[in-house]
């Protein structure tokens, strides 16, 4: 039975229970909680054949994370869905209900009426590789924070020492720990990882830290089709409202991936001096007046669409690529 003709099973998603909302054999609606754990979830999706039924299941990080793979794993086709899509598609239905089980049920109508695609899984070593990057940057964010507080306690004229020596006996653990996850790295790397990673290295003014966590959060590009989806997912796409006689842009579409973001930022400072695209785009805004900051989100949103297209293309970035081309022709 192909995607379109099978009955969608929406999960409301919450830390201890699911709240699951399907139609039964003879069409009446039903909704059951679930526990959150592995048995309950696998003796549920037990019920139901995975040729006839779908999973659309809210998108809520890692509370949603079990039964996705589960379902996976058994052979459903499951969709992860986003919050804001329900909230917004919950209001153009004018449902004025707010509980799990009428949430569940407004998922399913979502996945009945849209058909989102299929959740594509990270591979295991991208899945691990992801995990240490995220203790790596929870490692710095501490280290940062023990500096900041060592570096305030030293302005204490009655230092105690006993305290200082805590402060610095930490700091130094922390460095150890973040040397031991930096030489974890590199054995979670394959080669087609090392090859699609030193092809984003190439792009001027993107790093080692950038590029693995541009990696590990889109699985290397594999999930997008386009540029442009890739620069939303990130919250890099510029947005414009216009009604009649009124047209303004109120800003760029902020979505998740806050981290990752505030990278690329750091990366268009180097960006402007020696991308040569990056460097025209950005003194072209100016010259039109923009301001500094708008300039450097376009010249991430720029970065973004180079890193797409070097590795779609599976090429190294070439400064002159364009010029090149046209003398070429």
């Given amino acids: 039975m192909s995607k379109l003709s099978k009955?969608?099973?929406?999960?409301?998603?919450?830390?201890?229970?699911?709240?699951?909302?399907?139609?039964?054999?003879?069409?009446?609606?039903q909704v059951f909680n679930i526990q959150n754990n592995q048995r309950s979830i696998l003796s549920f999706l037990k019920k139901f054949p995975t040729e006839d039924y779908c999973l659309a299941i809210e998108a809520t990080g890692?509370?949603?994370?079990?039964?996705?793979?589960?379902?996976l794993d058994n052979g459903f086709e499951s969709s992860l869905i986003n919050c804001m899509s329900v909230k917004y598609f919950s209001r153009m239905k004018n449902i004025i209900s707010k509980t799990d089980a009428e949430d569940a049920k407004v998922i399913r109508l979502y996945g009945e009426i849209f058909r989102p695609e299929v959740y594509i899984p990270k591979s295991i070593e991208i899945e691990?590789?992801?995990?240490?990057?995220?203790?790596?940057?929870?490692?710095?964010e501490e280290k940062r924070r023990y500096s900041v507080k060592l570096k305030w306690l030293r302005y204490n004229p009655q230092l105690n020492p006993n305290t200082e020596k805590h402060y610095e006996k930490r700091l130094k653990q922390l460095d150890k720990e973040i040397r031991e996850v930096e030489m974890r790295l590199p054995q979670l790397q394959d080669e087609e990882f090392r090859e699609i990673k030193g092809l984003i290295q190439s792009v001027s003014g993107i790093g080692e830290k950038t590029s693995l966590q541009l990696m590990t959060a889109t699985s290397g590009f594999k999930n997008f089709d386009s540029s442009k989806s890739l620069v939303k997912y990130f919250g890099l796409a510029p947005r414009i409202y216009q009604s009649g006689k009124k047209s303004y842009s109120p800003g760029k579409c902020r979505t998740s991936k806050t981290h990752i973001r505030s990278l690329l930022y750091v990366c268009s400072?180097?960006?402007i001096k020696h991308n040569t695209q990056c460097k025209e785009?950005?003194?072209?805004?100016?010259?039109?007046?923009k301001p500094k900051k708008l300039a450097l989100i376009a010249v991430c949103n720029k970065l973004l669409r180079i890193c797409f297209g070097v590795v779609k293309n599976k090429t190294a970035y070439q400064q002159n690529f364009q010029k090149n081309f046209k003398i070429l022709t």
Wanted: aromatic share 8%; net charge negative.
């Fill in 128 to 140: 691990h590789l992801d995990q240490e990057i995220k203790l790596l940057n929870d490692l710095e």
């Fill in 269 to 271: 400072w180097t960006a």
């Fill in 281 to 289: 785009l950005y003194l072209r805004l100016l010259e039109k007046g």
């Fill in 7 to 29: 009955k969608v099973i929406g999960v409301d998603v919450g830390a201890k229970f699911l709240t699951v909302s399907f139609t039964d054999n003879v069409n009446q609606d």
């Fill in 62 to 71: 890692n509370y949603s994370s079990r039964i996705l793979h589960l379902s």
